[in-house]
Protein backbone atom coordinates (compact mmCIF):
# COMPACT_ATOMS: atom_id res chain seq x y z
CA UNK A 1 0.00 0.00 0.00
CA UNK A 2 1.28 3.27 -1.01
CA UNK A 3 0.62 6.33 1.35
CA UNK A 4 2.30 9.20 -0.87
CA UNK A 5 2.22 9.54 -4.75
CA UNK A 6 5.05 11.85 -6.50
CA UNK A 7 3.12 12.15 -10.01
CA UNK A 8 5.07 10.68 -12.96
CA UNK A 9 2.85 10.71 -15.81
CA UNK A 10 -0.70 12.55 -16.83
CA UNK A 11 -2.66 11.64 -19.74
CA UNK A 12 -5.39 14.46 -21.36
CA UNK A 13 -7.82 12.56 -23.66
CA UNK A 14 -10.68 13.91 -25.77
CA UNK A 15 -13.06 11.61 -26.63
CA UNK A 16 -16.17 12.04 -28.38
CA UNK A 17 -18.92 10.04 -27.92
CA UNK A 18 -22.41 10.12 -30.00
CA UNK A 19 -25.40 10.19 -27.43
CA UNK A 20 -28.22 7.81 -28.06
CA UNK A 21 -30.81 10.66 -28.03
CA UNK A 22 -30.33 14.58 -28.51
CA UNK A 23 -30.83 16.00 -25.15
CA UNK A 24 -31.99 19.70 -25.07
CA UNK A 25 -31.89 22.18 -22.72
CA UNK A 26 -33.30 25.61 -22.50
CA UNK A 27 -29.58 26.43 -23.32
CA UNK A 28 -29.20 24.19 -26.61
CA UNK A 29 -29.31 20.79 -27.94
CA UNK A 30 -26.72 18.38 -27.60
CA UNK A 31 -26.23 15.46 -29.62
CA UNK A 32 -22.52 14.89 -28.96
CA UNK A 33 -20.32 15.23 -26.34
CA UNK A 34 -16.40 16.02 -25.91
CA UNK A 35 -15.22 14.76 -22.64
CA UNK A 36 -11.65 15.02 -21.43
CA UNK A 37 -9.92 12.07 -19.55
CA UNK A 38 -7.58 12.66 -17.37
CA UNK A 39 -5.21 9.59 -16.53
CA UNK A 40 -2.54 10.59 -13.49
CA UNK A 41 -0.50 7.72 -12.66
CA UNK A 42 2.64 7.02 -9.53
CA UNK A 43 3.95 3.70 -8.43
CA UNK A 44 2.31 1.75 -10.72
CA UNK A 45 -1.07 2.95 -9.84
CA UNK A 46 -3.31 5.43 -12.22
CA UNK A 47 -6.55 7.08 -11.08
CA UNK A 48 -8.85 9.00 -13.72
CA UNK A 49 -11.09 12.05 -13.89
CA UNK A 50 -13.26 13.60 -16.29
CA UNK A 51 -14.20 17.00 -17.07
CA UNK A 52 -17.88 17.18 -17.40
CA UNK A 53 -18.76 20.83 -18.68
CA UNK A 54 -20.57 21.29 -21.96
CA UNK A 55 -19.11 21.87 -25.53
CA UNK A 56 -20.58 25.25 -25.59
CA UNK A 57 -20.40 28.32 -22.68
CA UNK A 58 -24.08 27.40 -22.30
CA UNK A 59 -24.34 26.09 -18.86
CA UNK A 60 -21.33 27.27 -17.26
CA UNK A 61 -18.52 29.87 -19.06
CA UNK A 62 -16.23 26.92 -19.22
CA UNK A 63 -16.30 24.53 -22.68
CA UNK A 64 -14.40 21.35 -23.55
CA UNK A 65 -11.81 23.67 -25.35
CA UNK A 66 -10.82 25.90 -22.20
CA UNK A 67 -10.92 22.96 -19.91
CA UNK A 68 -7.88 21.35 -22.15
CA UNK A 69 -6.46 24.91 -21.87
CA UNK A 70 -6.41 24.86 -18.29
CA UNK A 71 -5.28 21.05 -18.14
CA UNK A 72 -2.75 21.46 -20.83
CA UNK A 73 -1.46 24.41 -20.27
CA UNK A 74 -1.43 24.70 -16.41
CA UNK A 75 -2.08 22.32 -14.27
CA UNK A 76 -0.91 19.11 -15.89
CA UNK A 77 3.11 20.39 -16.82
CA UNK A 78 3.18 21.89 -13.56
CA UNK A 79 1.66 19.10 -11.53
CA UNK A 80 4.91 16.49 -12.36
CA UNK A 81 7.04 15.83 -9.46
CA UNK A 82 4.76 17.09 -7.37
CA UNK A 83 4.73 14.73 -3.64
CA UNK A 84 0.99 14.54 -2.49
CA UNK A 85 0.04 12.78 0.40
CA UNK A 86 -3.30 13.55 0.21
CA UNK A 87 -5.90 14.22 -2.96
CA UNK A 88 -6.18 17.82 -0.90
CA UNK A 89 -2.67 18.91 -1.34
CA UNK A 90 -3.66 19.35 -5.07
CA UNK A 91 -5.16 22.19 -3.70
CA UNK A 92 -2.02 24.31 -3.47
CA UNK A 93 -1.31 23.68 -7.43
CA UNK A 94 -4.45 25.26 -8.33
CA UNK A 95 -4.83 28.17 -5.69
CA UNK A 96 -3.21 30.78 -8.15
CA UNK A 97 -5.83 29.46 -11.09
CA UNK A 98 -8.86 31.72 -10.96
CA UNK A 99 -12.00 30.06 -11.49
CA UNK A 100 -12.17 27.13 -14.05
CA UNK A 101 -13.89 24.84 -11.59
CA UNK A 102 -14.77 21.97 -14.04
CA UNK A 103 -10.88 21.52 -15.36
CA UNK A 104 -9.31 21.66 -12.06
CA UNK A 105 -12.06 18.83 -11.32
CA UNK A 106 -10.96 16.71 -14.07
CA UNK A 107 -7.60 16.21 -12.45
CA UNK A 108 -8.81 16.27 -8.78
CA UNK A 109 -11.04 13.10 -9.48
CA UNK A 110 -7.81 11.23 -10.79
CA UNK A 111 -6.57 12.14 -7.53
CA UNK A 112 -9.07 10.32 -5.73
CA UNK A 113 -8.78 7.64 -7.75
CA UNK A 114 -5.48 7.02 -7.03
CA UNK A 115 -5.37 7.67 -3.29
CA UNK A 116 -8.58 5.20 -3.16
CA UNK A 117 -6.61 2.56 -5.10
CA UNK A 118 -3.79 3.00 -3.15
CA UNK A 119 -5.30 2.37 -0.19
CA UNK A 120 -6.93 -0.67 -1.41
CA UNK A 121 -10.68 0.48 -1.10
CA UNK A 122 -13.26 1.59 -2.82
CA UNK A 123 -13.54 5.06 -3.44
CA UNK A 124 -17.13 5.53 -1.61
CA UNK A 125 -15.56 3.99 1.45
CA UNK A 126 -12.39 6.04 1.10
CA UNK A 127 -14.26 8.96 1.02
CA UNK A 128 -16.48 8.00 4.49
CA UNK A 129 -19.49 7.28 2.38
CA UNK A 130 -22.04 4.91 4.08
CA UNK A 131 -25.37 4.19 1.74
CA UNK A 132 -25.79 1.72 -0.15
CA UNK A 133 -29.10 2.14 -2.08
CA UNK A 134 -28.80 5.14 -4.05
CA UNK A 135 -32.33 6.94 -5.56
CA UNK A 136 -31.84 7.05 -9.16
CA UNK A 137 -33.60 10.07 -10.77
CA UNK A 138 -33.87 10.97 -14.33
CA UNK A 139 -33.22 14.18 -16.24
CA UNK A 140 -35.78 14.49 -19.35
CA UNK A 141 -34.99 17.22 -22.32
CA UNK A 142 -37.50 19.09 -23.77
CA UNK A 143 -39.73 17.93 -26.51
CA UNK A 144 -41.18 18.84 -29.71
CA UNK A 145 -44.96 18.87 -27.67
CA UNK A 146 -46.77 18.34 -24.22
CA UNK A 147 -47.86 15.14 -26.00
CA UNK A 148 -44.88 13.90 -26.80
CA UNK A 149 -43.27 14.35 -23.39
CA UNK A 150 -46.18 12.46 -21.67
CA UNK A 151 -45.59 9.75 -23.09
CA UNK A 152 -41.96 9.73 -22.66
CA UNK A 153 -42.23 10.37 -18.93
CA UNK A 154 -44.88 7.27 -19.05
CA UNK A 155 -42.66 5.18 -20.55
CA UNK A 156 -39.53 6.19 -18.38
CA UNK A 157 -41.62 5.56 -14.68
CA UNK A 158 -42.18 2.46 -15.90
CA UNK A 159 -38.49 1.65 -15.40
CA UNK A 160 -38.79 2.65 -11.67
CA UNK A 161 -36.67 6.01 -11.66
CA UNK A 162 -37.48 7.66 -8.20
CA UNK A 163 -37.95 11.16 -9.61
CA UNK A 164 -38.29 13.02 -13.05
CA UNK A 165 -36.83 16.23 -14.11
CA UNK A 166 -38.29 18.20 -16.80
CA UNK A 167 -36.11 20.64 -18.57
CA UNK A 168 -38.20 23.66 -19.11
CA UNK A 169 -37.63 27.25 -21.31
CA UNK A 170 -39.39 29.97 -21.96
CA UNK A 171 -42.54 29.18 -23.82
CA UNK A 172 -41.92 25.56 -23.23
CA UNK A 173 -43.25 25.44 -19.49
CA UNK A 174 -46.85 25.21 -18.16
CA UNK A 175 -48.32 23.26 -21.02
CA UNK A 176 -45.20 20.75 -20.80
CA UNK A 177 -45.79 20.52 -16.88
CA UNK A 178 -49.61 20.43 -16.81
CA UNK A 179 -48.94 17.15 -19.50
CA UNK A 180 -46.61 15.46 -17.07
CA UNK A 181 -48.34 15.87 -14.36
CA UNK A 182 -51.35 14.19 -15.44
CA UNK A 183 -49.49 11.53 -17.01
CA UNK A 184 -47.42 10.75 -14.07
CA UNK A 185 -50.16 11.52 -11.11
CA UNK A 186 -48.92 11.47 -7.90
CA UNK A 187 -45.01 10.90 -8.43
CA UNK A 188 -41.56 12.96 -7.26
CA UNK A 189 -41.81 15.71 -10.16
CA UNK A 190 -39.24 18.80 -10.74
CA UNK A 191 -38.52 21.29 -13.28
CA UNK A 192 -35.09 22.67 -14.07
CA UNK A 193 -34.88 26.44 -16.28
CA UNK A 194 -31.33 26.00 -16.40
CA UNK A 195 -31.79 30.45 -15.82
CA UNK A 196 -34.07 30.82 -18.47
CA UNK A 197 -36.32 33.52 -16.61
CA UNK A 198 -35.98 36.32 -14.66
CA UNK A 199 -38.08 38.22 -11.38
CA UNK A 200 -40.30 40.03 -14.39
CA UNK A 201 -41.80 36.51 -14.69
CA UNK A 202 -42.63 36.10 -11.04
CA UNK A 203 -46.36 35.65 -11.91
CA UNK A 204 -45.95 32.87 -14.53
CA UNK A 205 -43.49 30.74 -12.26
CA UNK A 206 -46.24 31.22 -9.40
CA UNK A 207 -48.47 28.98 -11.63
CA UNK A 208 -45.80 26.51 -10.97
CA UNK A 209 -47.07 26.06 -7.50
CA UNK A 210 -50.52 24.50 -8.89
CA UNK A 211 -48.07 21.10 -10.00
CA UNK A 212 -46.91 20.58 -6.91
CA UNK A 213 -43.70 19.79 -8.08
CA UNK A 214 -40.73 18.48 -5.35
CA UNK A 215 -39.02 22.01 -6.35
CA UNK A 216 -38.61 24.02 -9.12
CA UNK A 217 -34.13 24.22 -10.47
CA UNK A 218 -32.13 27.11 -11.10
CA UNK A 219 -35.21 29.13 -12.48
CA UNK A 220 -33.80 32.66 -12.35
CA UNK A 221 -29.64 34.06 -13.66
CA UNK A 222 -27.09 31.75 -13.45
CA UNK A 223 -24.63 33.46 -11.24
CA UNK A 224 -27.19 34.75 -9.33
CA UNK A 225 -28.23 33.63 -5.44
CA UNK A 226 -29.96 36.73 -4.30
CA UNK A 227 -33.06 37.06 -6.99
CA UNK A 228 -33.44 33.77 -5.44
CA UNK A 229 -33.73 34.24 -2.25
CA UNK A 230 -36.86 36.98 -3.40
CA UNK A 231 -38.34 34.78 -6.15
CA UNK A 232 -38.43 32.53 -2.70
CA UNK A 233 -41.11 34.39 -1.16
CA UNK A 234 -43.69 34.29 -4.05
CA UNK A 235 -43.54 30.60 -4.34
CA UNK A 236 -44.68 27.57 -2.16
CA UNK A 237 -42.35 25.39 -4.22
CA UNK A 238 -39.04 24.93 -2.80
CA UNK A 239 -36.39 26.52 -4.75
CA UNK A 240 -33.68 24.08 -6.16
CA UNK A 241 -30.00 25.67 -7.21
CA UNK A 242 -27.41 24.74 -9.47
CA UNK A 243 -25.43 26.72 -11.45
CA UNK A 244 -24.72 29.27 -8.55
CA UNK A 245 -23.03 27.08 -6.41
CA UNK A 246 -19.52 26.67 -6.31
CA UNK A 247 -18.53 26.18 -2.75
CA UNK A 248 -20.08 25.62 0.75
CA UNK A 249 -19.79 29.53 1.11
CA UNK A 250 -22.03 29.91 -1.21
CA UNK A 251 -24.73 27.12 0.03
CA UNK A 252 -24.10 29.30 3.12
CA UNK A 253 -25.61 32.63 1.18
CA UNK A 254 -28.03 30.89 0.13
CA UNK A 255 -29.28 29.60 2.89
CA UNK A 256 -28.84 33.06 4.53
CA UNK A 257 -31.10 34.62 1.75
CA UNK A 258 -33.64 32.03 1.58
CA UNK A 259 -32.84 31.07 -1.85
CA UNK A 260 -33.11 27.37 -1.43
CA UNK A 261 -34.38 24.65 0.56
CA UNK A 262 -32.82 22.22 -2.40
CA UNK A 263 -28.97 22.18 -3.48
CA UNK A 264 -27.93 20.44 -6.71
CA UNK A 265 -24.58 19.56 -6.11
CA UNK A 266 -22.07 18.77 -8.95
CA UNK A 267 -18.67 17.51 -8.10
CA UNK A 268 -17.22 19.60 -11.57
CA UNK A 269 -18.91 22.64 -10.93
CA UNK A 270 -17.62 22.56 -7.57
CA UNK A 271 -14.36 22.01 -8.76
CA UNK A 272 -13.74 18.24 -7.37
CA UNK A 273 -14.48 15.71 -4.08
CA UNK A 274 -12.84 18.36 -1.79
CA UNK A 275 -15.48 21.31 -1.97
CA UNK A 276 -18.03 18.03 -2.32
CA UNK A 277 -17.41 17.16 0.75
CA UNK A 278 -17.50 20.12 2.79
CA UNK A 279 -20.97 21.12 0.96
CA UNK A 280 -21.99 17.81 2.15
CA UNK A 281 -21.38 18.64 5.53
CA UNK A 282 -22.30 22.10 5.56
CA UNK A 283 -26.14 20.79 4.16
CA UNK A 284 -26.34 17.88 6.67
CA UNK A 285 -25.39 20.26 9.16
CA UNK A 286 -27.98 23.07 8.30
CA UNK A 287 -30.94 20.52 7.21
CA UNK A 288 -30.54 21.35 3.14
CA UNK A 289 -32.05 18.86 1.35
CA UNK A 290 -29.02 17.45 -1.38
CA UNK A 291 -28.90 15.55 -4.45
CA UNK A 292 -26.01 14.58 -6.98
CA UNK A 293 -26.48 16.79 -10.31
CA UNK A 294 -25.19 15.00 -13.78
CA UNK A 295 -23.69 16.66 -17.07
CA UNK A 296 -24.41 13.77 -19.40
CA UNK A 297 -20.92 11.89 -18.31
CA UNK A 298 -19.42 8.59 -19.30
CA UNK A 299 -19.17 5.94 -17.05
CA UNK A 300 -16.31 7.76 -15.68
CA UNK A 301 -17.16 10.85 -14.45
CA UNK A 302 -20.65 9.03 -13.33
CA UNK A 303 -18.84 6.56 -11.05
CA UNK A 304 -17.24 9.38 -9.30
CA UNK A 305 -21.04 10.54 -8.92
CA UNK A 306 -22.36 7.24 -7.51
CA UNK A 307 -19.41 7.34 -5.10
CA UNK A 308 -20.04 10.83 -3.93
CA UNK A 309 -23.64 10.36 -3.28
CA UNK A 310 -22.90 6.99 -0.22
CA UNK A 311 -22.57 10.14 1.71
CA UNK A 312 -24.97 10.53 4.51
CA UNK A 313 -25.86 14.13 3.25
CA UNK A 314 -27.74 12.82 0.07
CA UNK A 315 -31.86 12.72 0.64
CA UNK A 316 -33.04 13.07 -2.59
CA UNK A 317 -32.84 10.73 -5.87
CA UNK A 318 -29.61 12.38 -7.90
CA UNK A 319 -29.16 12.43 -11.62
CA UNK A 320 -27.26 9.25 -12.06
CA UNK A 321 -29.33 7.27 -14.77
CA UNK A 322 -27.68 4.01 -15.76
CA UNK A 323 -25.20 4.03 -18.32
CA UNK A 324 -27.99 3.00 -21.53
CA UNK A 325 -29.82 5.97 -20.58
CA UNK A 326 -27.45 7.95 -22.71
CA UNK A 327 -25.11 5.47 -24.45
CA UNK A 328 -25.22 2.42 -26.66
CA UNK A 329 -21.76 1.42 -25.12
CA UNK A 330 -19.98 3.34 -22.29
CA UNK A 331 -16.14 2.97 -21.98
CA UNK A 332 -16.66 1.37 -18.18
CA UNK A 333 -16.96 -2.20 -17.56
CA UNK A 334 -19.19 -3.00 -15.41
CA UNK A 335 -21.81 -0.13 -16.51
CA UNK A 336 -23.89 2.04 -14.14
CA UNK A 337 -27.07 -0.37 -13.80
CA UNK A 338 -30.01 0.71 -11.88
CA UNK A 339 -32.70 -1.83 -10.28
CA UNK A 340 -36.12 -0.65 -9.11
CA UNK A 341 -34.72 2.98 -9.33
CA UNK A 342 -32.15 1.84 -7.08
CA UNK A 343 -28.20 2.20 -7.95
CA UNK A 344 -25.42 0.64 -5.58
CA UNK A 345 -21.84 1.63 -4.92
CA UNK A 346 -19.54 -0.20 -7.43
CA UNK A 347 -17.38 -2.73 -5.44
CA UNK A 348 -14.15 -2.50 -6.89
CA UNK A 349 -11.30 -0.30 -5.68
CA UNK A 350 -11.13 3.41 -6.46
CA UNK A 351 -14.14 4.06 -9.11
CA UNK A 352 -14.77 0.53 -8.97
CA UNK A 353 -14.92 -0.12 -12.69
CA UNK A 354 -12.47 -0.92 -15.30
CA UNK A 355 -12.17 1.21 -18.18
CA UNK A 356 -12.86 0.22 -21.78
CA UNK A 357 -9.40 0.78 -23.45
CA UNK A 358 -9.99 -0.23 -26.85
CA UNK A 359 -13.26 1.48 -27.23
CA UNK A 360 -11.89 4.57 -25.55
CA UNK A 361 -8.83 4.45 -28.37
CA UNK A 362 -11.92 4.32 -30.92
CA UNK A 363 -13.48 6.91 -29.30
CA UNK A 364 -10.16 9.53 -29.24
CA UNK A 365 -9.72 12.34 -31.01
CA UNK A 366 -6.67 13.98 -29.10
CA UNK A 367 -4.60 12.84 -26.99
CA UNK A 368 -1.30 14.22 -25.01
CA UNK A 369 1.03 12.84 -21.98
CA UNK A 370 2.93 14.80 -20.09
O1 LIG B 1 -28.78 21.54 -15.34
O2 LIG B 1 -28.68 19.59 -14.54
C1 LIG B 1 -28.46 20.37 -15.47
C2 LIG B 1 -26.98 18.41 -18.43
C3 LIG B 1 -26.16 19.38 -18.96
C4 LIG B 1 -26.13 20.63 -18.41
C5 LIG B 1 -26.92 20.93 -17.30
C6 LIG B 1 -27.72 19.96 -16.72
C7 LIG B 1 -27.78 18.69 -17.34
C8 LIG B 1 -28.63 17.59 -16.85
C9 LIG B 1 -28.14 16.20 -17.14
O3 LIG B 1 -29.70 17.75 -16.34
C10 LIG B 1 -28.53 15.18 -16.13
C11 LIG B 1 -27.79 13.87 -16.30
O4 LIG B 1 -26.56 13.83 -16.52
O5 LIG B 1 -28.46 12.83 -16.19
MG1 LIG C 1 -29.70 21.98 -13.43
Known amino acids: ?3 SMKIERVELREIRMVMKHPFETSFGVTTERRIILVAVSSGGITGYGEVSCNETPGYSYETTDTAW ?32 PFAKAGFELAL ?32 KSPEALADFVLEQQALGYQRIKLKIGRGRDLAYVAAARAALGDFNLTVDANSDYTLEDTALLQEFDQYKLQYIEQPLENDDIID ?33 QVINLKIG ?15 Q ?5 LWCGGMLE ?31 EDIIEPEITM ?19 DLIAQLTTRVVSF
Not at 228 to 246: M, Q, R, V, W, Y
Not at 311 to 321: H, M, Q
Not at 341 to 356: F, H, N, S, Y
Open 269 to 283: RVGGHLESHKIAAYC
Open 112 to 143: WDWFAKAAAQPLWRYIGGTKTELPVGLSVGIK
Open 298 to 328: SGIGRAHNVALQTLPAFTLASDTAPSNRYWF
Open 69 to 100: HLLHDFIAPQSLGLVFEHPKDYQDLIKPLRGH
Open 1 to 3: MLS
Open 285 to 289: ANHLA
Open 339 to 357: VGGITKPLTGIGIGVELRH
Open 228 to 260: HGTLAKSLTTPLCLDEPIHSAADVRRALQVGAA
